[in-house]
């Protein structure tokens, strides 16, 4: 059954679709993570980019998702996106050591959550609504970090087996540690697509999904596949409760919605990012292209009415786009 419907009762619905009811329609993401560690003074130039600090810096972690939690977002995202077995085991660390460091990712989110909601309760914020945690796992390009990641090819020798194996024990182990979702951020390709949805069923996993993907032109992913093509692989999974797009520039966000609008009846997420670009040689952002006179949150309005049930931000956004964010989608004041 792909999706539920609007009417479906409160005991059929999953977590996703309760939050988004809750949030009046559309729930609210966090933005860049490693964005706003790095605005906290930790350095991400790191092959495990914001990862890194999972080692050396947990508490800077926590403080960015109490940031995100207090700007009003219904949905964090752990630490885990370029955190990956190998890329610990190449840091000299051993295998339990790096399977810790994935569930310290979860651990250290569902602790900022709790202790956020406590006081949210005892300070009785309506504005606030209990957050869900998402275990980030990103595309194998993000761990190649050769960019890729942007590109979507990943070469002749990879294959839909390969993948699942690169992905198969960090979903098991991030599955464990108890987050209310699974992230697959910013992935690229089909091929990554449908070894998702197959490692999903295959280690049949039963915390709910998304999937989100990227895209350089707003009309495909990154690999210049179509979203139809992939929408259409994962409308058959039970397991995937949300798709979207993430780190795309936020120019094309609208049209993407009404596009996957029409080719699948699951939940959309979208978070995009600030519209700079990432110059992977320089190392560095380059400035947004033009996208008209309307600000990040004056955007996010029309991403609402064209349907999106979850809006947030990703790359070069922080806590302050979230904050206007969440005020203009939730009609709320007050944060
Ligand atoms: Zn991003």
């Known amino acids: 059954m792909p999706g539920v419907s609007a009417l479906a009762p409160a005991a059929a619905m999953g977590a996703v679709e309760k939050l988004v009811e809750k949030a009046g329609g559309c729930a609210v993401i966090d933005g860049g993570f490693a964005t706003q560690l790095e605005a906290l003074g930790a350095d991400i130039n790191d092959p495990l980019w914001s990862a890194a600090c999972l080692i050396s810096k947990p508490h800077l ?92 090819s990943y070469g002749a020798d990879i294959t839909t087996e390969k993948l699942k194996d690169f992905h198969r024990r960090r979903l098991q182990v991030l599955a464990s540690a108890g987050p209310d979702l699974i992230a697959f951020e910013a992935i690229p390709n089909k091929m990554e697509t449908q070894a998702l949805v197959e490692l999903l069923e295959e280690e049949n996993i039963h915390v709910p999904s998304w999937i989100c993907f990227s895209s350089v032109d707003g009309k495909h992913l990154c690999s210049g596949e179509t979203f139809a093509d992939c929408l259409q692989i994962i409308n058959s999974s039970e397991k995937v409760a949300v798709v979207g797009v993430n780190c795309t520039p936020p120019q094309f966000i609208e049209g993407i919605i009404i596009e996957f609008k029409k080719q699948t009846k699951k939940a959309v997420a979208v978070y995009p990012n600030s519209g700079e670009v990432w110059d992977g040689i320089a190392k560095r952002w380059l400035p947004a292209e033009c996208f008209g006179h309307m600000s990040f949150d004056a955007l996010a309005k029309r991403w609402q009415e064209a349907g999106a049930s979850l809006i947030g931000g990703c790359c070069r956004t922080t806590p302050s786009t979230i904050r206007a964010v969440s005020k203009i989608v939730k009609g709320k004041a007050g944060h």
Request: net charge negative; aromatic share 10%; proline share 2%.
């Open 61 to 152: 972690v926590k403080e960015v998702h109490m940031q995100y939690l207090e700007a009003g977002a219904d949905v964090i995202i752990s630490s885990s996106y370029q955190a990956t077995i190998p890329g610990f085991l190449a840091r000299g660390m051993s295998l339990e050591e790096a399977e810790g460091l994935l569930r310290t990712s979860v651990k250290l989110a569902l602790e900022a959550r709790d202790e956020f909601w406590k006081s949210a309760l005892r300070q009785s914020k309506p504005v606030y609504n209990r957050a869900l945690v998402a275990a980030s796992i990103g595309s194998y390009g993000a761990y190649l970090a050769d960019g890729s990641e942007y590109s979507g």
